[in-house]
Structure formats: structure tokens, C-alpha cells
């Protein structure tokens, strides 16, 4: 199977940018020029469109094995497809744990028999996410485990924390902290403050999120390991990542979507669909964010794809499910970062794929002989997000009917079309 | 008789009335009171019409006055408590009312330990909902015959001293009497350990105290809460004996207050704890009158939310 792209804008920031023609055959890149003669078995017209390199997304919530009723891996992957994603890290806490090398290597097998985008598994730090006893990091990588995470919920232990950034280093894998001392988070549900107050709703101090981050990034720093941070939502946290990457400590850090869109003012009316684990913050927090992707302290936009059904959201506040969908919101909502002269659209595709590529030590340049993983976007024509056109199995969103641009039209995994858009004529 | 009608179909926090609507609640509550003093306690206004209790939470006071506020006014009332429910069969609390609601009831009061629970059925269903309690959120029908109460010993709220003393973070009663207070131009303070403060408490209110001494100097109203000695665990605060000298209420501090101030307290009461005595069974007390009162706002909120007037 051959595709070629024809007059497509090429933006692979640091690599190459401009309009020239693209031709695919098996699976990979074999020339990019202008005005390639040879010709394809699909080719594409993309004048006016913008072709980048596959987005990346180094925190997404697949629900199987455990959960299927939530989002399995097949609606995982397509709707990761749709969001212009070519690969998409899955987390360890579903419902069976991804804690050994057999889920891992189930959750590979699964994936690729769909040949849509790749599902890069995350393996857990501790079994059964427990916080009590490592998991057996090597075992893990052999079946394909890319990191370590305990995500949903801390390692509340600092000696074994210590221990598993000191073991990580071993299988040069990394550890990705999802920080929070639980003991301030309490029974928390959102931000605490006035709004808490008001509603009537116990509320989680930033702290919560800060101090933790400091304990993992001087933990990093005494064990000379590489640490990712997860969904830093808080203006403390970003000064802290700052402070250390000045320092030297080997630490990166992802935001996600929902924490530079909104602030707490979305949980109004008790919308268990702004809900989530950080809590959105306040208008001061949402800046300190946005600095903090413009100077480069946040590395990476991830989705924090948490799918969840109406049992675990249209419930009370209190006791519904932390977390919203992103695969398929990501990109539109954080293109309106580019639309309001925040980040350049080259910087958006650093955050969104350059930059987790090099934290999960994958080289995709765009260049003769690489793998095809590519998406175009449409960066001109409105529209309105739909929750009902998901392709997830789940539509817990807050950003159902916001009026966006960036669209992803195609997206071209190892070399075959994974997504193309409806609207799209080839 | 007043004539205005009552547009809402749900009664869910103090802060969605208006002052006006206040006002209509506690002159029908009023009027209603007398027919409490009957002999033969009962009216028709609301003959046919099914009220369902849906308490999630214990409750006697609450509870009882709204079956007798129901039952005064000739309304047939079902009472469901979480133990009784299919919730505890693993029906989805959306499932339970929807249930419900096919029942045709005219009315759901329901009492909640989570906040929001009340706006989240109102939303879902057509009948009338009514907030009986949730989480620390709000108590609209406290604060109402809280207001009624003071209003009828003092004739105007406008301009007093009301302080609230106790754990305002996890107090429903303390959010909605701040509310319905100061919006009928009250100026309330808020009084106790800076462990039982909410965050952003000082916005919402005149003055914040840590201490019951200066809090209740010059005060019109005092509204003890009851402190749930389960705190203690919370490092909240370290001993009872502590908690009533320093936020307690006793006669030697009641009189930095004004002389005709009025002691208050939603009930249940912790005596010695929170308030001595002596003070409880005082001259100053209404904590009773307060529970006659709730039943006669409760009856006049059955027959607004029905479009009823008296």
C-alpha cells in the first residue's frame, strides 16, 4: 500500500517545515519533495492542510481489561485515531492492574490487531497499585512497558518511591509520579476555597499537589533518575518544576487540556463532568500553567483520557468518578492556545508530539526511511465539539458544544490511514 | 392575605430566593402557625397530594416536622430512609428516584449527605423537589424558620448583630443562615476554632472570631451549632473541656451581649459542650420556639411549591 500527500504545509518543528509532497509506502517515509511524479494507490490532496508528525500522548486511560463498558482498546484506539494521536501510552490502573508482563503484552496484542494507534503500555510501580511491594520492572519492559506509573494515585511511600526511581534506572525506563499527599487531599472534590465553601464542598488545598511534587523532584535529584510528572494543575507546581530543572534535576512535566481551558468555575451546578483528580484551580493557577508551556517548564500536553459512563457521572458530586475524556477534544482545545497568541503552532506541536516522543525516546522526525505516523489538520474551518460524534465508548466532557478551529482530518499510523475525517474528499 | 405567587418549583438553597420570596414564606408560615394550635391540627389545602420523605441521612427533628407540616395540611406522606431503600440493593440513586417519580408523587424532600444531591434530582425531575439538608451545602428551611423566629421577637432583621458560633466548615445551617441573615439586612459573624473556618468565610460574612467571648459582644441573635464530638479525631480541636471555654457559650459571657439577645441552636444539643445549662433553658432561649416554628414554615413551603395559598 503506497500514499502519496500531495502540497501539504509540513510543520516538524526543528526538523522541517514547508509545503512539498509526501510519499508513503510500506509504512514508511521514502521522499518528501515537490511535485513527486511517482505515482500512489491513495493520494491525498492536502493544500491548505497542516501535516505534522503523529501526536503522541503519554497519559490516556484505556478501561480494558476490567472495564469495557467504559472504553475498551479497540474504542481507544479510535478514538485516539480521530484526535490525530498515533500513539497513545496507556495507564496501568484498570480494573485488572497492568502489574505484570502478561496484561502488558495483552494490552500490545489487542492494540496492534487493530492496526490503528499504537498502544504504548505503562507498567505499574507497585503491584495492585497497592504502594506496598515494586513490580517487576524488568519482566515489564521485556513484554513492551515503556514507564512506570501508579497513576490515580501516589506512592504515599517515600523510601519505596526512592526505591523504584533507583531501580527504574536499571532498565533505563522512567517513573511517572502522579503527586498528591492524600492526607491534605483529604475527602476533597474540588479546589479548595470560596467556591468550596459556597457549595458546600470539601475542598483540596494546592499543596496537596505541590508538596508532593517537591518530595518526588528532590527524590529524583538524590537518586540521579529521570522522573516524568503527571497533570500539574497548580502555580506552585510549575515554580517548583522550574526551580529543579534550573537546578539540573532530570524532571519533566505534562498539563493537561482541561487545566489551561478551565478553572473552577466549571464545577458550578455540581457538573460532575469538571471533576477530576488534580481539581481544576483558579484563574492565577491557569495562567502560572500557560507560563509555564510558554517557557518550556511544561514539556508536554497529555490528555489524561479517563473514560467514565453515566454511572460514574450522573450521580451526585460527591461521590461521582474523578476524571473526564480528552482524545478527542485535545488537540481543538489546545489549538485555541495557538488561536490566542499563546503558543505557536510549531511550540503546540512540540507539547503535543515532539516533546513525548523524546521523553519516551522515540525518534519521528518526518525524513526518508522513518515510519509513517503523521496527521493533517484542518487549522481554517470552524466547528462545534460534539460529544455524541465521539468515537469513545464515553462522553464525560466539559467541553461538549465549545466553539473550536483545529481539527484533525487524517491520521496515517505505520503507514496506513487510521482516521480520515468524514469532510475529508480524498 | 398576601396574593403573590410562588413561581418556584423547587425549594433548593437559601440563595436562590429572593427577599421578597422570604418574606412570603414567613408571612404564610404565619399564618399557618395557628392551625398547629387547634384542636383538630388539619386543613386540606393539600388533600390528594403525596409527598415522598427521602432521608439519606438521621434525622428525627427535620424529618418529623416535615411529616407533620405534611400531615397538618391533609397530604398523604411516604417515608424512605437509606436502610429501608434499594440503594442499599446497588440501585444507582438516579434509578431510586426515577422510581419514585413514576409514582406520580407531588413532592420529594430529601435530606442528603452529599452536597448537591438536591439540585441534582431537581434537575432530573419534574415534581417538586425540596433540600431537607445536604452535606455542608445548604438547609434552606432552617434558615427560613430561623429568620421567621427572630423576626417575630424582633420585628425587623434589618441591622442586627446575628453571630454564629461553632463549626462553620462543615456546617449547612451555618452557610444558609449566613446567607438568608445578611440578605434581609442583617450583619453576621461567624465565631469558633480557625480549624472549623472554611476557606474564603471572610468574604461571605461582616467579622470572624476565634474565640465565643468577643464574638458575642453587643449580638442581637446568638446560633450555637452543635459540635460533633467525632472531630476530635480530625485534630480539629484537642478536648471538650477546651471547646467550651474557649467556643462555648456561658452565662458569664452572654453578658457582653445585649440584654434581650436571643440564644438559638438547630438542634440536637450538646449541653456542656458547645452551650451550658443553664443557657439552653434560659429566658433568652427560643431553641423551642424554633422547632414550632419549623413545622409552620415547612407547612407554608408544602403550599407554595403547590401553588396554594391559603
Redesign the interface.
Known sequence: MSIKIKNANIVDPENFEGVADILIEKGKVVQIANNIKKKAKTEIEAKGLVLTPGLIDVHTHLREPGEEYKETIESGVNAAARGGFTTICAMPNTKLVNDNAQITKYIIDKANSYKKTTVLPIGAITFGLNGEKLTEFGYLKKAGAVAFSDDGKPVADIELMRRALEYSKAFNLFIISHSEELKLTNKGVMNEGALATEMGLPGIPNLAESIAIKRDVELAKLTNSKLHIAHISTKDSVEIIRDAKKKGVNVTAETAPHYFTLTEEAVKGYNTNAKMSPPLRNKKDRDAIIKGLQDGTIDIIATDHAPHSSLEKNIDFESAANGIIGLETSFPISYLLVEKNFLSFSTLIKKMSKNPAKLLGINNDIKPNAKANLTIFDLKKPYKIDKHSFLSKSQNTPFNNFNVTGKPVLTIVNGKIAYIDPSFSL | MTKAIFKKKDLLNIASLSKEEILLIINTATQMKEISERDIKKVPTLKGKTIILFFYEPSTRTKTSFDIAAKRLSADTISISSSTSSIVKGE???DTVRNLEAMKPHTIIVR?S????P??LAKNLNCSVINAG?????HPTQALLDIMTVKEKKKTIKGLNVVIIGDI?HS?VA?SNIKGFSKMGAKVSVAGPPTMM????E??CHKVFYNSNDAVKNADVIIMLRVQRERQKNFLFPSEREYFEVFGLNKEKLKKAKKDVLIMHPGPINRGLEISNDIADGKNSIILEQVTNGVAIRMAILSLLAGKKI
Open positions: 444507582t440513586l438516579l442528603h452529599s452536597a448537591g444531591v439540585d441534582f445536604d452535606g455542608m451545602h445548604a466548615a449547612r452557610r472554611p476557606q474564603g468565610i468574604k461571605m
